[in-house]
């Protein structure tokens, strides 16, 4: 990522961090909305709740774009959870078609190109990493 892509994520995710609740209820409608399946696994019952804790995770990640030692290992453990939860990798582009609908949705005209181009590549990474982490879970297992 470019540090010009690092600024376009941040200046856009700043206007949604009031809205946190909403987005994270407009995100989960999509995924839902994009494959009904997917709600079986998210079994912990309040969706207000994981609706924070995504939005806080991708504000941690968000933060820690420019320090990627820092993050790559978070990332990675992350992904090993997700094992645990049920998700297999083909649920990752769901996931990424999902909140690309909602920055979308919530951003507007904000949601340039190039805006659009900064996140496909954030969450690109951010999958992949986690994906990374899956697989060394299965590994050692
Ligand atoms: C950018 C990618 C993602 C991020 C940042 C993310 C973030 C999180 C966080 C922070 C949690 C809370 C538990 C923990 O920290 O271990 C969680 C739980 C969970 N995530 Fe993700 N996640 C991502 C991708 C996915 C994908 C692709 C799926 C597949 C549908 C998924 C499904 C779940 C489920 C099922 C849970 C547990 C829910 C429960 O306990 O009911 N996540 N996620």
Redesign the pocket.
Known sequence: MTPHQIHLIRSSFEPLKPLAATVAAAFYAQ?FAR?PA?RA?????DMHE?GE??M???SA?IDLLDRPGALIPV?L??GQ??VD????SE??D???AA?LDTLAAGLGDGFTAEVREAWTTM?GF??RK?QEGAVSAVLAA
Do not use: C, P, T, W
Not at 41 to 45: K, V
Not at 85 to 88: E, F, I, L, S
């Open positions: 995924l494959d997917l696994l998210f079994r912990g019952g994981q804790r995504l806080q995770m991708l990640a990332l453990r992350l959870r997700h939860y049920g998700v297999a649920h990752y769901s996931v990424g909140l969450y951010v999958a986690m």
